[in-house]
C-alpha cells in the first residue's frame, strides 16, 4: 500500500463549490505538505503543518485552508474554488528536523469550470 | 531572483549522451538538497540527496559548488527511460525546521 495517499485523484468542480482534498499518510512522519503545480512554475507551497497544533502558511495560501485532524491526516480546503485554482495539488510527507526528503502522494487533478 | 532556479529546458538528447542540467539556490545557508525525477504528472520522486561535496549512483552525479551556490546533476549513457521532468529543491530562507523550495523542473526527452 502507498505510504501517502490522496483523495479524490480527481475532481472536476464549479465556481463557488467547497471542494476538500484529503491526504493521510502511514510513514509516522509528523510533517505534511500541501503543494501546487502548475505548468512552468513547479511546485509551489500552499501551506505545512510540523505536527498536529502547528499550521503555517506558505508562499499561496490565499483562498485555501487546512486542517491537521491527526499526525496521519491533512486536508486542504478551497474555499469558494474559482478556475485559477485548477492545478495538480500534491500532499508530502517528511521527518522531523532537516531539511529532510519529502515524500509524495500521487496528486490530485482539480478542474474549477 | 527566484530562490531556487532552473533552466526549464527541454533538453533533447540521443540515447547514450551525457547531460547536465544546473540549479541556483539563493540561500547561502544550505546545507543540504534534493534531485527528485517526476514522470508525466505523477509525483515527484526522489532521485538524489546532495549533502556536502556531492552524490553519486550509478550513472547520476550530483555535484554542489557552494562558491557560485548552485547543484548540478549529471546523467551519463543516457536512457529513453530517463526522460523525464528532474525537480531540484534547497531550504528556504530562514530555513524553518527543513521547508524547501523546488525549482521549476528541467524537461529531459531522450531519443532514439
Known amino acids: 500500500d502507498a505510504d501517502v495517499t490522496q483523495t479524490p485523484r480527481n475532481r472536476i468542480t464549479k465556481t463557488g463549490k467547497r471542494i476538500m482534498l484529503e491526504c493521510s499518510q502511514t510513514?509516522?512522519?509528523?510533517?505534511m505538505y500541501w503543494y501546487r503545480q502548475d505548468p512552468g512554475l513547479g511546485l509551489r507551497l500552499i501551506y505545512y503543518?510540523?505536527?498536529?497544533?502547528?499550521?503555517n502558511k506558505g508562499e499561496i495560501s490565499d483562498g485555501y485552508s487546512v486542517s491537521r485532524q491527526a499526525q496521519a491526516k491533512f486536508s486542504l480546503s478551497l474555499e469558494s474554488a474559482i478556475p485559477n485554482q485548477t492545478a495538480l495539488y500534491f500532499c508530502?510527507?517528511?521527518?522531523?528536523?532537516?531539511?529532510?526528503?519529502?515524500?509524495f502522494g500521487p496528486g490530485t487533478r482539480l478542474t474549477v469550470l | 531572483r527566484k530562490e531556487v532556479e532552473q533552466d526549464p529546458g527541454p533538453f533533447n538528447v540521443p540515447e547514450g549522451a551525457t547531460v547536465a542540467f544546473n540549479c541556483t539556490y539563493s540561500?547561502?545557508?544550505?546545507?543540504?538538497f534534493f534531485w527528485y525525477r517526476q514522470d508525466c504528472r505523477k509525483e515527484p520522486k526522489l532521485l538524489m540527496s546532495v549533502y556536502s561535496s556531492g552524490n553519486e549512483d550509478g550513472r547520476f552525479t550530483a555535484q554542489l559548488n557552494r562558491a557560485s551556490q548552485y547543484i548540478s546533476l549529471l546523467i551519463r549513457d543516457s536512457k529513453l527511460s530517463d526522460s523525464a521532468t528532474y525537480l531540484c529543491a534547497a531550504p528556504s530562507w530562514g530555513n524553518q525546521g527543513g521547508k524547501l523550495i523546488f525549482g521549476q523542473g528541467t524537461e529531459l526527452s531522450v531519443k532514439p
Open positions: 503543518s510540523f505536527d498536529v497544533k502547528d499550521i
Open positions: 540561500n547561502s545557508a544550505s546545507q543540504s
Open positions: 508530502a510527507t517528511s521527518e522531523a528536523g532537516g531539511p529532510n526528503e519529502q515524500f
Open positions: 510513514k509516522g512522519h509528523d510533517r
